[in-house]
T-cell receptor, first 109, second 116 residues
Framework: KNEVEQSPQNLTAQEGEFITINCSYS?????LHWLQQHPGGGIVSLFM???GKKKHGRLIATINIQEKHSSLHITASHPRDSAVYIC???????????FGAGTILRVKS | GAGVSQSPSNKVTEKGKDVELRCDPI?????LYWYRQRLGQGLEFLIY????????KSGLPSDRFSAERTGESVSTLTIQRTQQEDSAVYLC??????????????FGQGTRLTVV
C-alpha cells in the first residue's frame, strides 16, 4: 500500500462545477503539499499545510491531521484548471517529499 | 535567478552514453531534491541533499545513478551507461533551511531525457 493515496485518479468536470480531490496518508507528517503540474510544464506548489485550511483564489485546501486526510477544492472550475494535481507529504522526521500518484483533472467548457 | 533552474531542458542521448543534468537551486536554499517522472507515472524520489549532511540516496535506482552537490549550490545528477528505461523528466526542487516553519519546496522546470 502506498503511503500517500489520492482519489479519484481521473476526474472530468464541466466548467463551473465544484471539484474535490482527496488525499489520504498512512504516516505521521510534518506538512502536506498540494502541487499542480500542467502538461509539458513544471510543477507549481499550490499549498503547504500542517493544520486547518488555506484559501487562495478559487482553491481551498483542508487537512485533518487526526484522520490523516486532506482535500483540495476548486470552486467555479475553469478549463485552465485542467492539470495533474499531486498530494505530497513530508514525514515527521525528515524532509523527503513522498508523492501521491496524482489526479488528472480535465475541465470541459 | 528567481527560481530553481535546470539544464538542459531537453536531452536526447544514445543508449550506453553518460549524461549529466544540472540543477541551480534558489540562493540560500540548503535542501535540494532530485525526482524523476516517467511518462504516465507519478513522481519518484531519487536523492536528497541537506546542507553538509550526508545525502539520502535511498531513491537512486541503480549504481549507474549518482549525484553531487557543491556546498549549498549547484547539483549535478549523472547517469552512466544510459538505458531506455532512464527516459523520464528529471525534476529538481530546493527549499530554505528553516524546516521548523515547514517551508515550501520550489521546483525547477525539469530536464526531459530521452534515451534512443
Amino acid at each position: 500500500k502506498n503511503e500517500v493515496e489520492q482519489s479519484p485518479q481521473n476526474l472530468t468536470a464541466q466548467e463551473g462545477e465544484f471539484i474535490t480531490i482527496n488525499c489520504s496518508y498512512s504516516v505521521g507528517i510534518s506538512a502536506l503539499h498540494w502541487l499542480q503540474q500542467h502538461p509539458g510544464g513544471g510543477i507549481v506548489s499550490l499549498f503547504m499545510l500542517s493544520s486547518g485550511k488555506k484559501k487562495h483564489g478559487r482553491l481551498i485546501a483542508t487537512i485533518n491531521i487526526q484522520e490523516k486526510h486532506s482535500s483540495l477544492h476548486i470552486t467555479a472550475s475553469h478549463p485552465r484548471d485542467s492539470a495533474v494535481y499531486i498530494c505530497a507529504v513530508i514525514g515527521e522526521y525528515g524532509n523527503k517529499l513522498v508523492f501521491g500518484a496524482g489526479t488528472i483533472l480535465r475541465v470541459k467548457s | 535567478g528567481a527560481g530553481v533552474s535546470q539544464s538542459p531542458s531537453n536531452k536526447v542521448t544514445e543508449k550506453g552514453k553518460d549524461v549529466e543534468l544540472r540543477c541551480d537551486p534558489i540562493s540560500g536554499h540548503t535542501a535540494l531534491y532530485w525526482y524523476r517522472q516517467r511518462l504516465g507515472q507519478g513522481l519518484e524520489f531519487l536523492i536528497y541533499f541537506q546542507g553538509n549532511s550526508a545525502p539520502d540516496k535511498s531513491g537512486l535506482p541503480s549504481d549507474r545513478f549518482s549525484a553531487e552537490r557543491t556546498g549549498e549550490s549547484v547539483s549535478t545528477l549523472t547517469i552512466q551507461r544510459t538505458q531506455q528505461e532512464d527516459s523520464a523528466v528529471y525534476l529538481c526542487a530546493s527549499s530554505p533551511p528553516n524546516r521548523v516553519q515547514n517551508t515550501e519546496a520550489f521546483f525547477g522546470q525539469g530536464t526531459r531525457l530521452t534515451v534512443v
